[in-house]
C-alpha cells in the first residue's frame, strides 16, 4: 500500500501497482477521484493527529484524546479504502467520520451546559466543519466506486451471453475504458491470422517510431503504441500523437492481441522489421 501512496501522494499514476480488477475499476472511476480521495484522508491523518496532542496537552483531557484515536484510525481507513478502490470501505469511511463528528459535538455542548467551558466550541466545532469538509472530498470517489462496480456486473452478466469478440475487435479498441469496443466493420467469426507477412491486415508498426512493435499498449486515445516511445511523448505531451486531440488521462493498458500478431509475425518471416503493412492500428 505505501507505494500506491507515494506514487499518488508525488502525482504518479499507481495504475502498474494494481492488479488486473482494480486497474478496470480504475480505468472507469479515473485517477483524479481516487488522488482527491487519497489527499484528502492523508490530511485528515495529518490534522487528527494534531488535535490529539492539543487534547492531551492543551486541556489535559482523555475523552478528547480517545476520541481523536478513533478519528485517526477512521482516517486511515479512509486512506487505504481509496488506494485499495474498495468502495464498501470508502462508504464505511464517511459514515464512521460523520458519526464521530456528531459524538464530538455532543461532548462539546455537554462541557459547555455543565461545566461553562465554551474551549470546548472554539476547539471542536471548528474542527468538526472543517473535517467535514475534508471527508466530503471522498464522497466522489464512492459514488464513481458503485457505479463502476455495477458497470462491471454488467458487462460481466451481459458477455456471457454475447457472441465471443472478433481478433478485428480486440486489437482496435475504440477507448481506453473498454478492449472491446465495436469497431465500425466486422470481420468474420472464424478469422485467424494470416499465414504469410503479405496478406497480414493489420499494421503493428508503432505510430511514433514506426517499428515493429515488442510491448503494444492502448493509451487514452484508444489506439495502440509502443509503450517506450508513448510513454516518452507523454512526458512533454497531453494529446494524442494520432489524433492530436487531449488525452482523458494518461493511462496505458497492455494490448496482449497485437503482441500475439507480433509474436506471430516473428515466428513466420526471418526479418519481420522489413515487412509491409497495410492499415494502422
Known sequence: MLGKWSAVISGRSPYDLLDA?????????????????TVASSFNVLYSFIFLMASYTARKSALGAVVNVFYITNALLGVWSSLELNRLLVCMYIINDIALNLIVVVIAVVDYLRWGEPIAFYLYIPGVV????????????????????????TEGSGSSTAAPPTAVQLAHPTNADSSLAP??????????LPDTVAGLEYDIRCPISLEIMRDPVIAADGHTYERASIEQ???????????????P??????????????????????NPSTSPAVAVV
Open 233 to 247: 511523448w507523454l512526458r512533454t505531451h497531453a494529446n494524442s500523437p494520432k489524433t492530436g486531440e487531449r488525452l
Open 183 to 192: 469497431v465500425s466493420y466486422v470481420e468474420p467469426a472464424d478469422f485467424t
Open 249 to 270: 488521462n494518461k493511462n496505458l493498458t497492455p494490448n496482449y492481441t497485437v503482441r500475439s500478431m507480433v509474436a506471430t509475425l516473428q515466428a513466420q518471416s526471418p
Open 130 to 153: 472543517l473535517d467535514l469538509a475534508i471527508v466530503s472530498l471522498s464522497v466522489p470517489l464512492s459514488r464513481a466506486l458503485f457505479a463502476a462496480h455495477a458497470a462491471l456486473m
Open 21 to 37: 480488477r482494480r486497474k478496470a475499476i480504475l480505468l472507469k472511476v479515473g485517477e483524479f477521484k481516487l488522488k482527491i480521495s
